[in-house]
Every structure is written in C-alpha cells, then in structure tokens.
C-alpha cells in the first residue's frame, strides 16, 4: 500500500503560482501512475493532470494546459504539481492519487490517495 501525502497549498494572488508535493512512502512510486485532481466545495472531484509510470504520457484538462505541469522524481519518491498563472476558479482542494502503470482520467481507477492540500487563489 502506497501512502501519499500532499504539500504546498495556501493562499495566493490571482497570477500567482504555487508548487505542490506529492511525497509517497510504504512503495516506490517507480511503477505507479500519478494523477492530482481537485474539488471545490459544493462540486465534484475533477481530473486535473496525471502522469504515466515512466513519465512517457502526460495528460491536462483543458482549462489547466499550459498554466500547470506535473513531474516526478523517482529518487525522491515525489511528484509535483508547478501551477502558474492561478485563477480564482483553481481554487479548490488538491489531491494525488495512484494507480499502476497507465494514466486515467477517472477518479474511480486510482487505488490510494492523500489527504489533500488546499489551495486558494484570491482575485
């Protein structure tokens, strides 16, 4: 069993940026798949960026390309979430999740996640 911890939400300016962490620990991550999702309160968790097991497939929602970028770290067991140019509407809890090998857009097909980190972009 994987166990995920996220880091680096807070509040920011609308524009800014901020990075979130993704720490595992009880497995290495070398052969999982990573994805981060988010929720706002009153609205359903949503797909945001994941990233494949060796790193060859990245996949964002639209309204997240070009602002966010997802990577990871093999040695540090870690994954990341680099998020420029905030918007209010990013504002939401931010959640990693895992699932071998291949990427998925569906919340349902990752089989262990985080706490959560909140992040609040202010306008």
């Known amino acids: 069993q994987v166990q995920l911890v996220e880091s680096g939400g807070g509040l920011v300016q609308a524009g800014g940026s901020l990075r979130l962490s993704c720490a595992a620990s009880?497995?290495?991550?070398?052969?999982?798949?990573v994805g981060w999702f988010r929720q706002a309160p009153g609205k359903e968790r949503e797909f945001v960026t994941t990233i494949s097991w060796n790193a060859d497939s990245i996949l964002y929602i639209d309204s997240v390309r070009g602002r966010f970028t997802i990577s990871r770290d093999p040695a540090e067991n870690m994954v990341y979430l680099q998020m420029n140019s905030l918007k209010p509407e990013d504002t939401a809890t931010y959640y990693c999740?895992?699932?071998?090998?291949?990427?998925?857009?569906?919340?349902?097909?990752?089989?262990?996640w985080g706490q959560g980190t909140q992040v609040t972009v202010s306008s």
């Open positions: 999740a895992v699932r071998l090998f291949r990427v998925s857009t569906v919340w349902a097909d990752f089989t262990s």
């Open positions: 009880g497995r290495t991550l070398r052969t999982y798949a």
